[in-house]
């Protein structure tokens, strides 16, 4: 008896979708990930178009999604962090609280995993784990193929969560009216001056975790002045996700957005 065929190392199968969760696999066939360590392949060759102007390309598709977000009524915002910061663990917070009054919808974008989507999805939220493979940050036509595959009807607010990352997202408008930037107390005070792009460019920024900030000696004070420092046009919160400290104020930010 034949043993069944294994895909590639190289070419993951993206995660399936599952009746209650979308996953969109937007990855670049041309990309490949790393052999294995002991595998002999080599990476295929890539070639980069300078003439490309990926950025104006980007802004282009972004200008299409800000007039579809206009036309709906809906308001789109753009969670962007370092991994880990606890972008997901407040989108599942809020989503309890607002969810309940008024429509949500979710697009999520991972190099791989369902995990985020599976987390996040609740009746009545559609969610669509958008996959990128090696690409590390959502652009404005992910963005595209990630609402063509989720229902938008009375929805009223669309969360969208970016790759972790605290660098490569700041480039990439994908359309949305908020760009919220999250920087938790286990990062460290000094994360907003060492990446000024991600703060001088969000709407609002949200310090996470702050239940454990005491235990992790983080100093706040000094914190909340890099964050003005660096950010001095956003709004500021500062949020427990586990506990729920801040997030009244958090979902009251969210319903005047409307
Ligand atoms: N103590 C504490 N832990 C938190 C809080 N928010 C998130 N975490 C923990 O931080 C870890 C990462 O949280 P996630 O919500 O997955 O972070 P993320 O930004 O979505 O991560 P990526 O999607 O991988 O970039 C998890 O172990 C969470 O339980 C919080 O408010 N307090
Ligand atoms: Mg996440």
Redesign the pocket.
């Known amino acids: 008896m034949t043993a069944p065929a294994q895909p590639a190392p190289s070419q993951p199968t993206a995660p399936a979708s599952t009746p209650d969760v979308v996953v969109v696999d937007v990855r670049d066939p041309a990309d490949t990930l790393p052999p294995p360590p002991g595998d002999p392949a080599p990476r295929g060759p890539r070639v980069v178009d300078l003439q490309v102007r990926i950025l104006d390309e980007n802004d282009r598709r972004a200008a299409v999604n800000r007039e579809l977000f206009r036309a709906r009524g809906l308001r789109a915002l753009n969670f962007v ?10 989108l599942q917070r809020t989503l309890g609280t607002l969810a309940p009054e008024l429509g949500c919808a979710v697009l999520v974008g ?1 190099l791989e995993t369902a995990n ?1 989507a599976q987390r996040l999805r609740r009746p009545g939220v559609p969610v669509a784990q958008i996959t990128t493979g090696g690409t590390c940050h959502l652009d404005a036509s992910m963005i595209q193929r990630g609402l063509a595959a989720i229902p938008l009807d009375g929805v009223r607010l669309l969360f969208i ?1 970016n ?2 990352n605290l660098v490569c997202p700041a480039s990439f408008d994908l359309g949305e009216n908020r760009r919220i930037t ?1 920087v ?1 107390c286990t990062e460290g005070e000094d994360k907003p001056l060492k990446y000024p792009p991600m703060f001088s460019s969000a709407h609002a920024v949200v310090l ?5 900030a005491d235990a992790m000696g983080f100093d706040r004070a000094l914190a909340l002045a890099n964050i003005r420092r660096a950010a001095p046009q956003a709004e500021v919160f500062e ?5 729920g400290e801040g997030c009244d104020a958090w979902c009251a930010y969210l319903r005047a957005l409307l």
């Open positions: 962090s370092s991994p880990g910061a606890g972008k997901t663990t407040l991972d985020d969560e790759v972790g999250l938790s996470t975790k702050i239940d454990v949020v427990s996700a586990k506990t």
